[in-house]
């Protein structure tokens, strides 16, 4: 069988640039200037990246961004770190010696942003008594996760591509499982060949284009009555006919991320395992049709439990609907109860219909979804494409 080409006619996505991340600091500026504050530090790694474009491995050494109301931002990393933050964009690098350090990194950072009013974006409660008495102000400001929440159409175009090869490993699983089971093959076997068939493609496809930022690959197989834990393992076991198979893949291009997910029957489908893969169906449109802008995000999560309900099942989901996708796999806002953010364009969505019977079997669907002015977009092709009896592999 043929894999199918997802990226025909595609244009693969440029890398972000520096204009996009003096962009973000701009806005950060403003923010701070609006809250009467002289300048944010930010200290979250995912922040970092998403604020400078700088992809680090983070460790326990901090690093940290100073955004100053006004003035050109600075880059405060451990000294090993410094080559590799003087390849940004960002000309002011700071280091301090090492980690824990006669003086901790932190005080070290809030004394060189020569602030008195400063804005954190998160921070250990031992480290507040100790930088209070430095400043005349220290406020915790969610500004960086206000602006994650959106995305600009450079950051979807990442999103598109990343949700394409994700569903490229469905395809090549779709395409190699029932030759790899009836070989003996494991869930194993299975999850490797989806991988290496999109690495390979996503080599090929990309090279060296996004030169440091993240270019991966994760995810999991699983079957029969291990389908029914949510974040299953995959093992060294060969799947039965009978079963279900849940396939999840998530995949991140230039940083970004998204994800795609389908729940396959091995052999011959029951009725009862028809009803359950036409509900989680039915709850995945349920949670298109309600993201809509301006909704709360909290009421997404109703409109596609409600579906699972009406096909007697809303008993067996074991976690809210979605979250939002971005620079990491899971960022907010939440499409979950107690998150009444309102959507709004821009936004990207996981869509995770979720059917978990202990002792019995599990059904997953994963979609990812970008809100956008006129409707919901989905990048993910997979599941849209594949009816449900395209969804059975033949044992």
């Keep these: 069988m043929e894999l199918a080409s997802l990226s025909d006619g595609a244009v693969l996505p440029e890398p972000l640039t520096p204009d996009f991340w003096r962009g973000v600091v701009n806005r950060l500026a403003e923010r701070a200037a609006a809250e009467g504050l002289d300048g944010i530090l930010v200290l979250d790694a995912n922040n970092i990246t998403y604020a400078t474009g700088f992809f680090h491995i983070p460790n326990e050494r901090p690093l940290g961004v100073y955004v100053p109301v006004n003035g050109a931002p600075v880059l405060l990393v451990a000294e090993l770190e410094r080559e590799h933050a003087g390849a940004t964009w960002i000309k002011d690098v700071r280091t301090y010696p090492e980690f824990p350090g006669e003086e901790h990194p932190l005080v070290w ?74 070989q003996g093959g494991t869930e194993q076997d299975i999850l490797a060949a989806g991988f290496a068939a999109t690495n390979a493609r996503m080599r090929a496809e990309m090279g060296g284009r996004f030169g440091g930022a993240k270019n991966a690959l994760l995810g999991t197989v699983h079957t029969g ?55 989680a169906m039915a709850c995945n449109d349920a949670a298109i049709a309600a993201l809509t802008i301006g909704a709360p995000c909290e009421s997404v999560n109703r409109a596609a439990v409600a579906a699972l309900a009406d096909a007697g099942l809303a008993h067996t989901i074991r976690h809210r609907i979605g979250h939002g996708m971005g620079v990491h796999n899971h960022e907010a806002p939440w499409l979950a109860p107690g998150d009444p953010t309102p959507v709004a364009q821009g936004m990207v969505f996981s869509n995770e219909p979720g059917i978990y019977r202990p002792g019995i079997d599990g059904y997953r669907l994963i979609n990812t979804m970008i809100v956008g002015e006129s409707g919901t977009e989905i990048p993910s092709r997979f599941q849209p494409t594949h009816s449900l009896d395209e969804l059975v592999i033949a044992l």
Excluded: N, W
């Design 109 to 182: 950072m809030v004394r060189e942003t020569g602030a008195k009013r400063l804005g954190v974006d998160t921070l250990e409660g031992r480290m507040l008594r100790r930088l209070e008495p430095m400043l005349d102000l220290l406020v915790l400001t969610d500004a960086v996760e206000a602006l994650r929440m959106v995305k600009t159409e450079p950051e979807l175009a990442l999103v598109r591509a990343a949700a394409g090869y994700a569903d490229f490993v469905l395809e090549t699983v779709l395409a190699q499982a029932a030759d790899i089971i009836g």
């Design 225 to 279: 009555e291990r389908a029914a834990l949510p974040h299953g393992k995959t093992l060294a076991r060969t799947p039965l006919p009978g079963e279900t198979m849940i396939v999840g893949i998530g995949a991140s291009v230039g940083g970004y991320h998204a994800e795609s997910a389908v729940t396959f029957i091995l052999g011959d489908p029951t009725p009862d395992q028809r009803h359950c893969l036409s509900a």
